[in-house]
Structure formats: C-alpha cells, structure tokens
C-alpha cells in the first residue's frame, strides 16, 4: 500500500469517528484503536500503525503501545517495535503482553538474551501459562548453545562442514527417481530439476551436499564486492528479495528468459526464508550459479544469516527436507557470499543501503571481512540492513540495526565513488520498486503477495551495457501448493 493510499485512509477513517459523540480524549482514543483493530485484523499494518499513532497522541496507553509494537513487528521495524514495548512496560509493569513484545522484537534481532530475561519476567508473572514457559525454555537452550559455541569458537583446529562431508559415503537408494548429477551441472540437469521442484520432489542429499560443497568452494574465492562488465546493447537483470516463493522464481524465468550466458541475471539477496520453498529457491540458485558462473550473480541479504534463518523458517525448512548438517553447512556457506556488486563502473548494488558514517569509498567495502555473522554496526551491516528515507540526513533505522539515509547522503556518496545510481532491495513495495532520491537510488524487491498477504506486486529491472538506465517490469505472484509461509519457522517466533 503507497503511502498516500494509507493517508487517506487513515483520514476517511478519523473523520468518521468525527462525526460521532464521544466524552474525551480517552473514549475517542478507544474507538480510533477500535478501527486500528480491525485493520490489523485484515493485515493492513500500515493503516493499524497510524491510527494508533493518533489514538497514543490523545490517550498513550500500554495496550496502545503494545497493539502499535505489534503492527511493527509485522512490518519487520524492530526498533520501533521495542521502543514501544518499552513505553507500554513503563506505562504498566505488569502488563504481560509488552514483555512479549519485547521479546520477540529482541529475538528477530538476533538479541538472545534479552529476550530471555523478557520470557523470564513473563513466566513470574503467569507462572501457569504453557506459551510463555514453552518459550521460555526454547528460548534458554538457544542462549545455551549460543554459550556453548563461542567456547569452541577458541578452538582453531575445529573442522568446518565442508571440511568434514564424505559424499562418496552417500548412497543413491534404487528407490530415488530425481535428476542425477554428474561431474558437473549441466543445463538438462537443472531443467529436471526445477520440474521436479515445481511437483514437490526432492533433490537426493547426496546431490545437494554437492551442489552446496561446490558453491562453498567457489564463492569463498570471490572478493566482497564482485565487479560485472556488461556489454554495449546485452541485457543484464537485476532482482530483489525472493524468500523462498520457489513458484514466484520460476514465474521470472518464466517473463524473463531462464538464466544463461546471454541472460545473465544478479539476484540481491534474501533468497530464503518466510516462504516455505527456501530449499528449492537456494538450490536453483546454486545451481545456476554452477552453471554460469560468470553470468549468474548473487549478494548476500540479511537474511543470509544464522540469527535470521533460526527464526524465519530456513534451518527448520533446511532440517525437516535433509538435516542439521546440512543447514549448519549452509550457515558456513552464506557467510562467503559477496555482499555488494559493482556494475560498469556506474550501478551499485547491496541488499540494504549506505553507511551511517561518511567518507566510506569503494576500496572500504573492498577490505571488508565478510567471512562472519552481520554485526551490528559498521560498513557490512549498513550494506545489509539500511535503508533510504525521504529527508535529508540520517536517522536511526526503525528496523533496529542500520540506519536510514537521505538524498544528500545518497548524493555525496555517489559524487565521491563515481557511481551513477544504487540498487537495492530489502523492502517490500507495492509496485515491486521505487524510486528516491532523484533517481539515484532504486528499491526492487521480487517477492509478490509477500507472505501470502501484503498483496503487493514484485518487480525486476533490466538494463543494456550502453544504457544503463533502469527499466521495470512489474509482475503478480502465481499460486503454490497449499503450504504457507513460515511453515518451519521458530515456535518461539509466534505474536501473542
């Protein structure tokens, strides 16, 4: 929904509520948050945010705060989130709801222990509630293997995944009637494979783990930032965010042409997670990239990470179709993929944003160490996780992590580096892109009818060697079998 569709909504609504008796400021608020409930209960955020904005200006309550770090959280703002967890808890110490909040805000940004002493103060207050225990205890042994792992993280003969797989040992069972792979992935092979996706088959593990040692090989030698040469009047197509809607991938291929040596393609990351095809979506894409190295690309996204996948549903998709190995040597593996990409010289291209700091040029993000989990703060966060705004500036990012910049910084930055514009993605829009900052920065986010519910189109951009500028193609989501999005997603992850 575009901001000015949600204006007016949130105006139609609050002149209604004008036209009605109400006593104060107290009752006026509960009707406005009346209104704001049955927008979140059709899953328009957006409108539920706003109108309890304007229901916490005339009467802030804990309910209210606790109902906008809700709408928050569905909106993926955790910052916002537990900034009105905090109000709500300050307002009304026992109210229980605000620790949930609070926690599962913590818990999506990767803050393990924090949300801990969140389910902890919980389970003291409703000592019988089997939700709050049950996540309590979940949430406890993530912190514990958390604590366990950074003590073997000392030891530096410890052995990585890959270091480890014996896929010699793996059997192909008489029974398995998927697509075999040779020495090397071929076109044919990868064409079976999609058509055995498409109905639900499974690749055998012991393919997998050889697609994913191969891909694991070949992207740790791969620098941070990978420049791509396009030549004068060849096409070149850019992607945003996938999430696992395996259907909607192949709808692109579908538009667009399938991936090739003349159809090159650079996908701008988060390829997992929320949908509940991630292992279909990651494997074509590996597959692809095995097969045209040099004409199909991939970033890293923010959640290509341990932290992401954990909750948003990849390692529990990852484990429930092969197993535990399989989705740690994964965790391995997305910490090797490049976090930005240069076109011609001239389009630059992460998954998030720029920098909260000035002065950050091409050869800063060149020297990046990106061989680790995102931190929070730095030059691979900001490319992760940031995002633009509309005023000059910056400001702290909604989201938590990050930061959000402006047009001037937006300017100054690509004056500096030589850059004609900046792709990124990160965000869903209801077009599929957009436009900010004069043309100089472009959202394109791939996912449509994101989650099977914020009915918004996805999008991809095409550009030519000798015209680099952006061309969009629009397009809607396609339907899928009937599983729904974070189907393997933490328990813990619930809103209560």
């Known amino acids: 929904m575009t901001a000015t569709l949600t204006d007016d909504i949130v105006a139609t ?3 209604s509520i004008e036209e009605k008796k109400y006593e104060n400021d107290k009752e006026k608020a509960g009707m406005i948050k009346d209104e704001a409930n049955q927008f979140f209960k059709d899953q328009v955020y957006d409108v539920a945010a706003d109108l309890y904005s304007v229901a916490i200006e005339l009467h802030p309550t804990a309910v209210l705060y606790g109902n906008r770090a809700q709408a928050y959280l569905k909106k993926e703002l955790y910052g916002s989130a537990l900034e009105d967890a905090d109000n709500a808890i300050s307002i ?6 605000g620790f949930y909040r609070r926690a599962t805000a913590n818990m999506a940004l990767g803050r393990f222990r924090k949300a801990l002493a969140d389910y902890q103060a919980v389970v003291k207050v409703v000592p019988n509630d089997k939700d709050a225990k049950s996540k309590f205890e979940e949430c406890q042994k993530i912190v514990r293997r958390q604590n366990f792992l950074a003590a073997i993280s000392v030891d ?4 990585t995944v890959a270091e480890t797989l014996d896929i010699n040992a793996m059997a192909i069972e008489d029974s398995y ?3 075999h792979l040779g020495d090397k992935i071929t076109k044919e092979f990868m064409l079976e494979l999609i058509a055995k996706f498409k109905d639900q088959k499974k ?7 050889k697609m994913l040692l191969d891909f694991y090989n070949y992207v740790k030698e791969l620098p941070t930032m990978v420049e791509i040469t396009v030549a004068a009047g060849k096409k070149f197509t850019i992607c945003g965010d996938v999430h696992g809607q395996f259907y909607d991938l192949c709808n692109i291929f579908e538009i667009n042409g399938m991936p090739s040596e003349t159809n090159p393609y650079l996908f701008n990351g988060d390829f997992v997670d929320r949908g509940s095809f991630s292992v279909e979506t990651i494997f074509t894409m590996i597959g692809f990239k095995l097969l045209y190295p040099n004409h199909f690309f991939m970033s890293r996204g923010n959640h290509e990470s341990d932290v992401m996948n954990k909750m948003y549903g990849f390692e529990g998709e990852v484990k429930a179709k092969y197993t535990q190995q399989m989705s740690d040597m994964f965790t391995e593996t997305f910490c090797w993929l490049p976090l930005c990409h240069l076109i011609n010289q001239k389009i630059f291209v992460c998954h998030g944003g720029l920098f909260k700091e000035d002065g950050v040029t091409l050869d800063d993000i060149k020297k990046t160490n990106r061989n680790r989990q995102p931190p929070d703060e730095g030059i691979m966060c900001d490319l992760l996780w940031s995002d633009p705004q509309p005023i000059d500036g910056r400001s702290p990012s909604k989201r938590g992590v990050g930061c959000q910049f402006g047009p001037d910084v937006t300017a100054k930055w690509c ?5 004609e514009y ?8 209801p077009e599929g892109y957009e436009m900010h900052h004069n043309g100089q920065c472009y959202t394109v986010f791939s996912a449509p009818n994101y989650c099977d519910q914020m009915n918004n189109k996805g999008a991809f951009i095409t550009i030519t060697g000798d015209n680099l500028s952006p061309r969009f193609t629009p397009f809607d989501a396609v339907p899928h079998p009937k599983l729904p999005p974070m189907a393997y997603a933490n328990s813990l992850f619930g809103f209560n």
Do not use: M, T, W
């Open 13 to 15: 609504v609050l002149e």
């Open 92 to 97: 009304d110490p026992s109210y229980v709801k």
């Open 156 to 159: 530096h003969d410890k052995k």
């Open 177 to 179: 009637e998927g697509p």
């Open 203 to 209: 690749l055998h593990k012991k393919y997998a783990f």
């Open 415 to 419: 004056e500096a580096n030589g850059i």
């Open 422 to 429: 900046v792709v990124r993605s990160h965000e869903v829009k």
